[in-house]
């Protein structure tokens, strides 16, 4: 076996409009109804570009087939943050401003790698990574 790539981050929220709105304003992912039996008011999927649904969003009481406590949205856990590759990165500094978030600026030059850092509503910290050549 060999992983290929990170397929979706799932995160469990008691403010499931509001995240997936954010997710919509901030990265521009399509948010969707979820398959059956989940309803929209138990989960949604936000969708890249290319129709795949890289984040789901549960509300708190949405049935899960591996169940855990959920306590908190804060911290996120052992998860120190999720790290998205992304591209037009100023543009993304510009929605990061028009929503008036509060982020930080990272990187590394030696790989040509700039990175922003970012809070979604439930303490997830984003590294959005934009990779140049």
């Not at 521009?28 to 984040?55: I, K, N």
């Not at 009481?61 to 996120?76: H, I, L, V």
């Not at 120190?80 to 990061?96: K, N, P, W």
Request: hydrophobic fraction near 40%; glycine fraction near 6%.
């Amino acid at each position: 076996m060999t992983v290929q790539s990170l397929d979706h981050v799932n995160i469990i929220t008691p403010r499931l409009d509001e995240t997936a709105t954010f997710y919509t304003a901030l990265l521009g992912l399509e948010r969707r109804d979820p398959p059956h039996p989940l309803t929209p008011q138990q989960a949604l999927w936000m969708h890249d570009e290319r129709g795949h649904p890289v984040l789901h969003l549960n509300a708190a009481d949405c049935p899960r087939r591996f169940d855990r406590a959920f306590t908190s949205p804060e911290p996120a856990g052992a998860i120190h943050h999720v790290a998205l590759a992304c591209s037009g990165y100023d543009d993304t500094i510009a929605r990061i401003e028009r929503l008036g978030l509060d982020y930080q600026i990272g990187g590394l030059a030696s790989i040509k790698l700039r990175q922003l850092f970012v809070f979604d509503p439930n303490g997830v910290l984003l590294e959005l990574n934009f990779h140049s050549s």
